[in-house]
């Protein structure tokens, strides 16, 4: 993350257990770098559970505008991937966007 970023997009999908391996190549390759590509920075985390797996993105905005630029206008709006429905518990609705007011990350 930079210290320009205002703005963070968290994105939350939810696999079974047993598609979840599958699905975080799947991740990094097709959804990721359209990320890379636009954002300041952005993250990607796994919560491996009993019978289920999270995944949650969250990147990095200077600004919403440029946010709603990446999405085509809402900031809220999803770009599933086109193996989403097949991966995925449920296909999410919206994707959650947050002010920063606080940052601080370990340095190198």
Same mark, same amino acid.
């Given at each position: 993350m930079t210290d320009n970023a205002t703005i963070a997009r968290i994105w939350r999908?939810? @696999? /079974? /257990?047993?598609?979840?391996?599958a699905y975080e190549p799947? *991740? /990094?390759r097709e959804g990721i770098p359209p990320l890379? &590509?636009?954002?300041?920075?952005l993250q990607l985390f796994r919560e491996?559970? &009993?019978e289920e797996t999270e995944f949650v993105t969250i990147s990095y905005?200077?600004?919403? &505008?440029?946010m709603a630029s +990446? @999405?085509?206008g809402d900031p809220h709006k999803i770009h599933h991937l086109p193996r989403d429905?097949? +991966?995925?518990? &449920?296909?999410?609705?919206r994707v959650t966007v947050m002010?920063? *007011?606080v940052s601080q990350l370990p340095r190198d």
């Open positions: 999908g939810r @696999t /079974r /257990r047993d598609l979840a391996d799947y *991740l /990094r890379q &590509e636009k954002a300041l920075g491996d559970r &009993e905005w200077p600004d919403v &505008e440029a +990446f @999405t085509g429905e097949e +991966f995925l518990i &449920e296909l999410p609705r002010r920063i *007011l």
